[in-house]
T-cell receptor
Framework: DGGITQSPKYLFRKEGQNVTLSCEQNLNHDAMYWYRQDPGQGLRLIYYSQIVNDFQKGDIAEGYSVSREKKESFPLTVTSAQKNPTAFYLC????????????FGQGTRLTVV | EDQVTQSPEALRLQEGESSSLNCSYTVSGLRGLFWYRQDPGKGPEFLFTLYSAGEEKEKERLKATLTKKESFLHITAPKPEDSATYLCAVRAGSARQLTFGSGTQLTVLP
């Protein structure tokens, strides 16, 4: 089945540690995205990538990093510089220039203690 | 600054009780308004795209409409399985990114 897979579903980390969230898609989509969702707020774009080996900052990129070495994979690292990392993280993919019609993963809920 | 406001924040309906969700927006040059459904603990699922005032889209019990200032998601004779959070988002002007509202959490009681 085609789809987009995020792992793990739940993640706990100690304050000050970097953590990497996985996102893999087998939809053959060129574009991939990372969003953050906080209670009572809309989705906010962290990073996006339109093509392999290229990515752009979204509205809230500070404290995050990404890589896009393969078309299928777009991992997100939450660094210790991110001041409030506890959130629900969503990865999505789409055909080029069709961000609004993206397919989303199931999300990773990150809790930093 | 582009803004999207959804109301109400939460809505409880009895099965079969039709209602509407609102998405009002303030943007410079709307290039598209989008509706999504999000189930608890999952990612959003794309529902509709609307581009211009007067446009309507339908899918099963849902109908989305658009005016120059707002969009409505009408739910006709809802069922418990329609319970979810409904999100809207806009793309405006030369913006490359979407602006999302905070959603309406809909609960349909049997």
């Amino acid at each position: 089945d085609g789809g987009i897979t995020q792992s793990p579903k739940y993640l706990f980390r100690k304050e000050g540690q970097n953590v990497t969230l996985s996102c893999e898609q087998n939809l053959n989509h060129d574009a991939m995205y990372w969003y953050r969702q906080d209670p009572g707020q809309g989705l906010r774009l962290i990073y996006y990538s339109q093509i392999v080996n290229d990515f752009q900052k979204g509205d809230i990129a500070e404290g995050y990093s990404v890589s896009r070495e393969k078309k299928e994979s777009f991992p997100l690292t939450v660094t210790s510089a991110q001041k409030n990392p506890t959130a629900f993280y969503l990865c999505a993919s789409s055909i080029s220039r069709r961000e609004a019609e993206a397919f989303f993963g199931q999300g990773t809920r990150l809790t930093v203690v | 600054e582009d803004q999207v406001t959804q109301s109400p924040e939460a809505l409880r309906l009895q099965e079969g009780e039709s209602s509407s969700l609102n998405c009002s927006y303030t943007v410079s040059g709307l290039r598209g308004l989008f509706w999504y459904r999000q189930d608890p603990g999952k990612g959003p699922e794309f529902l509709f795209t609307l581009y211009s005032a007067g446009e309507e889209k339908e899918k099963e019990r849902l109908k989305a409409t658009l005016t120059k200032k707002e969009s409505f998601l009408h739910i006709t004779a809802p069922k418990p399985e329609d319970s979810a959070t409904y999100l809207c988002a806009v793309r405006a002007g030369s913006a490359r990114q979407l602006t999302f509202g905070s959603g309406t959490q809909l609960t349909v009681l049997p």
